[in-house]
């Protein structure tokens, strides 16, 4: 297979050339929010903050980011809850992450790749996840055997 080198960019390359409407940290907010949701329905600044291991001036800016598309609902000193396409796509990123997981746990014969799976999970496309999980299904059928 010959490669055209023109094809080739840096990783800031291929983030400007993407079609994601939203940075990799608004999705790692936004699977985070949508984690923590899960539980309640709602999330608090500080909670979150403390989750992703910021401070909550940090966390503010990035939900009022999130808010401007649309993502989430969110009052100063108030708590964040998802819009309709804000929970879908914090319920892709989780799944997206999950999968990611999964799979380097797999391959690694480990139980936490959490560091790996946060690194790679923003480039990957949604059909290489489906066909990662297809996969993990295909290996978890043939070690069952």
Avoid: W
Avoid at 37 to 51: E, F, P, Q, T
């Amino acid at each position: 297979m010959k490669i055209n080198p023109e094809s080739f960019y840096t990783v800031k390359g291929y983030q400007m050339n993407s079609q994601s409407k939203i940075s990799t940290a608004c999705e790692d907010y936004l699977e985070m929010i949508y984690r923590q949701s899960l539980k309640n329905g709602y999330v608090r600044i500080n909670s979150l903050a403390s989750s992703l291991n910021v401070n909550p001036s940090s966390a503010s800016k990035m939900v009022h980011q999130l808010k401007e598309h649309g993502l989430v609902n969110f009052e100063k000193y108030g708590i964040v809850t998802l819009t309709k396409s804000g929970r879908e796509l914090g319920e892709y990123l989780l799944y997206r992450h999950n999968v990611i997981h999964k799979f380097l746990c797999i391959i690694n014969s480990s139980t936490n790749e959490l560091k790996q799976t946060e690194l790679i999970e923003h480039y990957i496309n949604e059909k290489t996840i489906k066909n990662i999980e297809t996969l993990i299904s295909k290996l978890s059928n043939y070690n069952e055997t």
